[in-house]
C-alpha cells in the first residue's frame, strides 16, 4: 500500500536537519563576530523555532576542550595555549540563543564530523540534506560542509546566520563551496522552507 501524502511529506521534510555551530561565547570573544551577535542569534533562533515546528531534526555542534592537552589541536599547542575549556564561559552557548533541551555535538576540531557520531546520527535520522548556520564561516561552517559532501549529504548555508572572523577568507570559501561543492547559499526565507 502507497503511503499517504502525509507520511510522504513528513518523510521528506524530515530529511533536511539544521546543523547550528560554535555559537558559543569564545568565538565572540572576536571584534568583528562581536558587532554580529545579536543579528546571528536572531537568524539562528528564526532557523531552529522554523525546525522544531515541522518537525525537522535541528543538532547543535559546539567545540570544548579539556584542560590537559589531550584534545587541542596542533595550534594550540605550537602556542601552549588552550581555549574553551568544559565547563568554562567559553564553552557556554552565546546569550539569547534557543538551545536547550536540542541534542548536542561535542567536537574538538573544525568540522562537526570529524572524531564524532554526527553522520551516524543523521543517517539514523534519515537525513540527507544540512542547513548550515553559526560560525565561523571560513572555519568550522566550511570544513563542516567540506566533509558533508565527503559523507554524501547535500549542505546549504544560510547567508544570514553564519559568520566570520574574516570576511575575505569567508566569501572566497563560499564560493568555492558553493561551485565546486554544488552546496548553495540561501536566504532565510528559502532556508525555511527547506527545514519545513
Same mark, same amino acid.
Given at each position: 500500500?502507497?503511503?499517504?501524502?502525509?507520511?510522504?511529506?513528513?518523510?521528506?521534510?524530515?530529511?533536511?536537519?539544521?546543523?547550528?555551530?560554535?555559537?558559543?561565547?569564545?568565538?565572540?570573544?572576536?571584534? &568583528?563576530? /562581536? #558587532?554580529?551577535?545579536?543579528?546571528?542569534?536572531?537568524?539562528?533562533? $528564526? !532557523?531552529?523555532?522554523?525546525?522544531?515546528?515541522? *518537525?525537522?531534526?535541528? &543538532?547543535? /555542534? #559546539?567545540?570544548?576542550?579539556?584542560?590537559?592537552?589531550?584534545?587541542? $589541536? !596542533?595550534?594550540?599547542?605550537?602556542?601552549?595555549? *588552550?581555549?574553551?575549556?568544559?565547563?568554562?564561559?567559553?564553552?557556554?552557548?552565546?546569550?539569547?540563543?534557543?538551545v536547550d533541551g536540542l541534542e548536542t555535538v561535542t567536537k574538538t576540531r573544525d568540522s562537526a564530523f570529524f572524531g564524532?557520531?554526527?553522520?551516524?546520527?543523521?543517517?539514523?535520522?534519515?537525513?540527507?540534506?544540512?542547513?548550515?548556520?553559526?560560525?565561523?564561516?571560513?572555519?568550522?561552517?566550511?570544513?563542516?560542509?567540506?566533509?558533508?559532501?565527503?559523507?554524501?549529504?547535500?549542505?546549504?548555508?544560510?547567508?544570514?546566520?553564519?559568520?566570520?572572523?574574516?570576511?575575505?577568507?569567508?566569501?572566497?570559501?563560499?564560493?568555492?563551496?558553493?561551485?565546486?561543492?554544488?552546496?548553495?547559499?540561501?536566504?532565510?526565507?528559502?532556508?525555511?522552507?527547506?527545514?519545513?
Amino acid at each position: 500500500m502507497p503511503p499517504s501524502d502525509a507520511s510522504s511529506a513528513a518523510t521528506t521534510r524530515n530529511r533536511t536537519a539544521l546543523l547550528v555551530i560554535d555559537m558559543q561565547n569564545a568565538f565572540f570573544e572576536d571584534e &568583528l563576530l /562581536a #558587532r554580529s551577535r545579536s543579528a546571528l542569534v536572531t537568524a539562528c533562533n $528564526t !532557523l531552529i523555532d522554523t525546525a522544531v515546528r515541522s *518537525g525537522a531534526p535541528v &543538532l547543535v /555542534a #559546539r567545540t570544548e576542550h579539556l584542560s590537559d592537552r589531550s584534545s587541542w $589541536t !596542533l595550534s594550540m599547542l605550537d602556542d601552549d595555549q *588552550g581555549f574553551i575549556f568544559r565547563g568554562s564561559h567559553q564553552a557556554d552557548p552565546v546569550q539569547g540563543l534557543r538551545v536547550d533541551g536540542l541534542e548536542t555535538v561535542t567536537k574538538t576540531r573544525d568540522s562537526a564530523f570529524f572524531g564524532t557520531d554526527l553522520a551516524e546520527r543523521l543517517r539514523s535520522l534519515g537525513v540527507e540534506h544540512l542547513v548550515l548556520a553559526g560560525v565561523s564561516t571560513h572555519n568550522c561552517v566550511a570544513h563542516t560542509g567540506a566533509d558533508a559532501f565527503a559523507g554524501n549529504f547535500r549542505v546549504a548555508y544560510v547567508r544570514d546566520a553564519i559568520g566570520s572572523t574574516n570576511e575575505q577568507y569567508a566569501e572566497a570559501m563560499l564560493e568555492i563551496l558553493s561551485v565546486e561543492y554544488r552546496q548553495p547559499i540561501v536566504g532565510l526565507a528559502e532556508a525555511g522552507v527547506m527545514l519545513s
